[in-house]
């Protein structure tokens, strides 16, 4: 992260993002004329989505993405997530490659933020700040530092010109998309691209994001293997947010370790997910295996990263805890109607429909069905998902988007089902959610 020359400027004002997508637009463009003049010479006659997504088109669309940080790079990663098989396989891959590190700003651009927020002097209350960032993504990077006083933080700073231009990115990127025909015809990716920019607005409010640390570490308290960094206020405001260092290694690690220790972390994430959403009713709902470290000398799941925590509201628990406890008791027209309070589908959607929806829902909780070990490093669940949604859109013709309160609930159950499945857990979820539903 340190190397200098993997270090790229952010683009701040809307006409320089704005010229940078076009410009990789006109590139792209460029290149589809030359390769389809190449076939044609030797006889080919190429589709247009071919042209499109040659690996140097791929590469080109992926680096523009991540030069730009913030909504742009955020808009890929979560097309990547969502899309699913949706999206041709060529472009899951371009976005797929968002989600690894973006490159780090410049250290001029880095001191010009840091000197907005606290003045020239701002330097003065640390002993050690490190130029070289630990970390960088889609909203800011995270750089460590030490106080006066020997306490190790871990500082996120913002992006420059990332919350002004959150709107504009989102849709640009997805208007270049369209054109370019990567995006399947006749689906509305209105409401996601919307919530992208909810999301992202919420992310980049670091004063909220120290609130919500905050918040959650009164929640946890008492909580047995849980932990997480706590604010360090006098370097937090909108566009800085300092937090105690934590030390853990990446939860994604732990695929060669022991059985136990892989059951252990899914066991308390699952407890932890049972509790966000029907005791605290507030759940961190990012699902990026970054944002989970393991503390291996306590054995706590660490918890990290708290910029797309929201409410949930009591109509919208009381719906998921009926649909959990249909589910535990194979009573599917109970999950049908906790679908309905949901809002999956309402009184005008077709029966038929209604019943794919139903089903689905229940196949979704395949790990509540039976007081047994879930075995998640065999199980195809998500392949059989996948195969029964696509149905219901193309077949079915059924395509509408689920509350926005659903589409940030399930991307964070999605995360820790992948998570379960990387770490080939095998664990009675069943047990976990009867003891947290009937004690809550």
């Known amino acids: 992260m340190s190397d200098k020359r993997s270090q790229r400027r952010v683009p701040t004002g809307?006409?320089?993002?704005?010229?940078?997508?076009?410009?990789?637009?006109?590139?792209?463009?460029?290149?589809?004329?030359?390769?389809?003049?190449?076939?044609?010479?030797?006889?080919?006659?190429?589709?247009?989505?071919?042209?499109?997504?040659?690996?140097?088109?791929?590469?080109?669309?992926?680096?523009?993405?991540?030069?730009?940080?913030?909504?742009?790079?955020?808009?890929?990663?979560?097309?990547?997530?969502?899309?699913?098989?949706?999206?041709?396989?060529?472009?899951?891959?371009?976005?797929?490659?968002?989600?690894?590190?973006?490159?780090?700003?410049?250290?001029?651009?880095?001191?010009?933020?840091?000197?907005?927020?606290?003045?020239?002097?701002?330097?003065?209350?640390?002993?050690?700040?490190?130029?070289?960032?630990?970390?960088?993504?889609?909203?800011?990077?995270?750089?460590?530092?030490?106080?006066?006083?020997?306490?190790?933080?871990?500082?996120k700073i913002q992006y420059p010109g990332v919350r002004k231009s959150i709107n504009s990115d989102v849709d640009n990127v997805a208007t270049l998309l369209k054109l370019s025909g990567l995006l399947p015809r006749g689906i509305d990716y209105g409401p996601l691209l919307e919530e992208a920019k909810a999301q992202l607005h919420s992310e980049a409010d670091y004063e909220q994001e120290a609130q919500a640390l905050q918040t959650f570490s009164e929640f946890i308290a008492d909580t047995e293997y849980l932990t997480l960094p706590t604010p360090y206020l006098p370097l937090c405001d909108k566009n800085v947010l300092a937090m105690t260092y934590m030390k853990g290694v990446p939860i994604e690690s732990l695929a060669e370790d022991s059985e136990a220790t892989r059951n252990h972390v899914i066991s308390v994430l699952f407890e932890l997910l049972f509790r966000e959403v029907f005791d605290y009713q507030f759940v961190q709902t990012d699902p990026n295996f970054a944002n989970f470290q393991y503390d291996e000398d306590t054995h706590s799941v660490v918890l990290l990263d708290f910029g797309a925590a929201r409410s949930l509201t009591e109509e919208m628990v009381s719906g998921y805890r009926q649909l959990v406890l249909g589910v535990l008791d194979k009573d599917l027209p109970s999950i049908k109607e906790a679908a309905l309070q949901i809002g999956f589908f309402d009184t005008s959607t077709p029966a038929d429909i209604q019943d794919c929806i139903t089903q689905l829902c229940y196949q979704a909780c395949e790990s509540l069905h039976q007081d047994a070990k879930y075995d998640f490093g065999s199980t195809d669940l998500a392949d059989r998902m996948r195969e029964e949604g696509l149905k219901l859109t193309f077949e079915h013709d059924f395509w509408e988007a689920p509350p926005a309160d659903c589409i940030f609930l399930h991307r964070k159950i999605g995360g820790l089902f992948l998570l379960a499945v990387k770490l080939k857990a095998n664990l009675n979820v069943r047990k976990i959610a009867e003891q947290l539903l009937f004690t809550v």
Not at 20 to 38: D, P, Q
Not at 43 to 59: C, E, F, H, I, V
Not at 108 to 135: M, T
């Open 14 to 155: 809307r006409l320089s993002r704005l010229t940078k997508l076009g410009g990789m637009a006109t590139r792209v463009a460029g290149n589809m004329l030359f390769e389809g003049a190449s076939q044609l010479a030797r006889g080919q006659r190429p589709k247009a989505s071919d042209l499109l997504l040659t690996p140097a088109n791929a590469k080109r669309i992926a680096d523009q993405l991540a030069h730009l940080r913030g909504a742009a790079m955020k808009v890929g990663q979560l097309l990547s997530m969502e899309g699913g098989d949706l999206l041709p396989e060529a472009l899951t891959d371009i976005l797929g490659r968002l989600r690894a590190d973006a490159d780090p700003m410049p250290e001029k651009q880095l001191r010009h933020v840091l000197c907005e927020s606290f003045g020239e002097n701002w330097q003065d209350d640390l002993l050690y700040f490190s130029f070289a960032p630990i970390a960088a993504a889609s909203i800011g990077q995270v750089h460590r530092a030490i106080t006066m006083d020997g306490t190790e933080l871990a500082i």
